[in-house]
Every structure is written in C-alpha cells, then in structure tokens.
C-alpha cells in the first residue's frame, strides 16, 4: 500500500480511539446503552479488515505487474510497454532491468497483437529484490510458462537468475 493510504487508515483509527475515550470521558456510557461502544468497536474491525484487504490487493496487482511475456526478439511488461531484445541471451538482464526500475503506476501498456508479437515464455515473478551490495546477486523468484501451442504449456520455477536463464533456453 502507499504511504498516503497507511497515513489515511491511521487517522480514521486516531478518531475513532479518540471518540470512543471522549465518549467514556463525558460519561455517556453511564447514561447511554452500549451501542456506541459496539459501533465503535465494529468500526475498529471494519478499519483493519479494510487495509488487509487492500494490502492483499496491492500486493497481487504488483505480482501481476512483475509478469514479462518474452518472444525471440522482444519481451513485453504492461508497465514498459514492447522492449527490444539485442538477442534472447540479453532477455534475462533486460528483464532484470524493468523490475528494478518499476514503479507500480496505474498507466499500463495494451498487449501486442498476436501478428507482432509472438509470446513464447511468460516469466512471472513472485518475488524481485534487487542486489544489495557490489556483485550481489538479487533475489528473484518466480515461475516460467513456456508456450506450447501443440503439446500444452509447461510450467518451471526458478529461484536465481541462472536459473531463470536456463529456463528461458
């Protein structure tokens, strides 16, 4: 979730602690039925059912983000658009390059047509966190889909980019 979305769910829970304390402060819950503090209660619930709600959302329209559908010449990202491969041993770096530049935006890019592109893997991460320091390798972890029209698609995981290298060759 953003920030302005934690700052938002953190001040609907501030007023609400503060308008159930300013309710026993007053002394309604001597004089009033308990519904309030029920109402509140219930309220308190909803705030927190909300952000995990959202949080899960956000975190599967980013796995959704993170998919790249390579062919022989050009691999495609909704948030890149159509990128051009110098040849398919670069598609690895290529790919590695968009995740770590990615920013999670609403402006996405329509999926080429079938005539212009010719999707022969779809690389789906589950997991990207870019190298920490000189040399390191990030951690990437996902799945490769390789597109067989004939014999049905066939699924490979992958947990480093090696590996994700040798399921793309």
């Not at 051009?84 to 598609?91: K, Q």
């Not at 990030?138 to 799945?143: E, R």
């Not at 390789?146 to 060759?169: H, Q, T, V, W, Y």
Request: charged share 25%; glycine share 6%.
């Amino acid at each position: 979730m953003k920030k302005s979305n934690w700052i938002g769910l953190a001040i609907a829970v501030l007023i609400d602690v503060f308008l159930l304390w300013l309710w026993f402060f007053l002394g309604f819950n001597r004089v009033d039925s308990p519904l309030d503090l029920v109402i509140s209660i219930i309220w308190l619930v909803a705030i927190v059912a909300v952000a995990a709600a959202v949080n899960r959302l956000e975190r599967q329209r980013e796995k959704r983000l993170r998919t790249i559908y390579v062919s022989s010449t050009a691999i495609f990202n909704k948030e890149r658009g159509l990128v051009s491969l110098g040849s398919a041993a670069a598609a690895p770096s290529v790919m590695e390059r968009i995740l770590r530049d990615m920013e999670y935006g609403f402006d996405l890019k329509e999926l080429p047509k079938p005539e212009e592109f010719n999707c022969r893997y779809v690389v789906q991460t589950d997991e990207y966190k870019a190298a920490g320091g000189e040399g390191g390798e990030p951690t990437w972890k996902g799945t490769v889909v390789a597109i067989d029209r004939a014999a049905g698609n066939r699924e490979m995981p992958f947990s480093s980019r090696d590996e994700l290298a040798a399921a793309l060759s």
